[in-house]
């Protein structure tokens, strides 16, 4: 399925974005295949564009926090936010309050509290497995705390749903955000390995 037309309109008299947040998953980093491909395509295409991709905290309340007092200043209807699996969930709580950034969700987490309970415990970086911390049980509270009940301005959301996710249930993904703009992968994967496929749309989606 393509990318739906923006509803919020990208046309010549929309000023592009001067600011951009990418989020990463659990267990993931700045580091990941995406964050790196968007840095080098920020670099390449709009090097006057704030990019920022902050390592996150395993604590969900800090990691908001963060994200919160990182983007405090940042223009409203200038700026956007891209993020994968749990850097999903959190794009969507952040944007909650943020009506006049854009957004792209890449097989986000719906309901990161039920599914990372069974995580609890040790973990290990994906890209660089010497790097450990430790997933808390009262983080499972924590972003329980996080998940809006209903996802505000859904127009300028853009979830992108890989029916090909091993991990995460594609027809959740869709249920969550069927209010906004869908691009249904028939195939693919949870880290969305073809990501450079898609680059071209989502930078467009977000008026970058």
């Given at each position: 399925?393509?990318?739906?037309?923006?509803?919020?309109?990208?046309?010549?008299?929309?000023?592009?974005?001067?600011?951009?947040?990418?989020?990463?998953?659990?267990?993931?980093?700045?580091?990941?295949?995406?964050?790196?491909?968007?840095?080098?395509?920020?670099?390449?295409?709009?090097?006057?564009?704030?990019?920022?991709?902050?390592?996150?905290?395993?604590?969900?309340?800090?990691?908001?926090?963060?994200?919160?007092?990182?983007?405090?200043?940042?223009?409203?209807?200038?700026?956007?936010?891209?993020?994968?699996?749990?850097?999903?969930?959190?794009?969507?709580?952040?944007?909650?309050?943020?009506?006049?950034?854009?957004?792209?969700?890449?097989?986000?987490?719906?309901?990161?509290?039920?599914?990372?309970?069974?995580?609890?415990?040790?973990?290990?970086?994906?890209?660089?497995?010497?790097?450990?911390?430790?997933?808390?049980?009262?983080?499972?509270?924590?972003?329980?705390?996080?998940?809006?009940?209903?996802l505000l301005n859904p127009e300028r959301?853009?979830?992108?749903?890989?029916?090909?996710?091993?991990?995460?249930?594609?027809?959740?993904?869709?249920?969550?955000?069927?209010?906004?703009?869908?691009?249904?992968?028939?195939?693919?994967?949870?880290?969305?390995?073809?990501?450079?496929?898609?680059?071209?749309?989502?930078v467009r989606f977000l008026q970058l």
């Amino acid at each position: 399925m393509s990318i739906a037309s923006d509803p919020a309109g990208s046309g010549a008299e929309t000023p592009r974005r001067s600011h951009l947040l990418y989020l990463h998953g659990f267990r993931s980093s700045p580091r990941s295949a995406k964050a790196v491909r968007m840095q080098t395509w920020v670099a390449a295409h709009r090097p006057d564009l704030h990019f920022a991709c902050p390592q996150l905290p395993p604590s969900p309340r800090a990691a908001f926090a963060l994200l919160q007092t990182l983007t405090q200043d940042w223009p409203a209807e200038r700026s956007a936010v891209m993020g994968s699996s749990l850097g999903g969930f959190y794009t969507s709580a952040l944007i909650q309050d943020r009506p006049g950034w854009r957004a792209v969700v890449i097989n986000p987490a719906v309901d990161p509290a039920r599914d990372l309970a069974a995580h609890i415990g040790e973990q290990s970086c994906w890209q660089d497995p010497a790097e450990r911390f430790f997933f808390q049980p009262e983080f499972v509270d924590e972003l329980r705390t996080l998940r809006p009940e209903r996802l505000l301005n859904p127009e300028r959301c853009l979830a992108v749903v890989a029916k090909g996710d091993e991990l995460l249930d594609w027809r959740e993904m869709q249920a969550r955000y069927a209010a906004g703009p869908i691009q249904l992968l028939e195939g693919s994967d949870h880290g969305l390995s073809d990501f450079e496929d898609h680059l071209e749309g989502l930078v467009r989606f977000l008026q970058l």
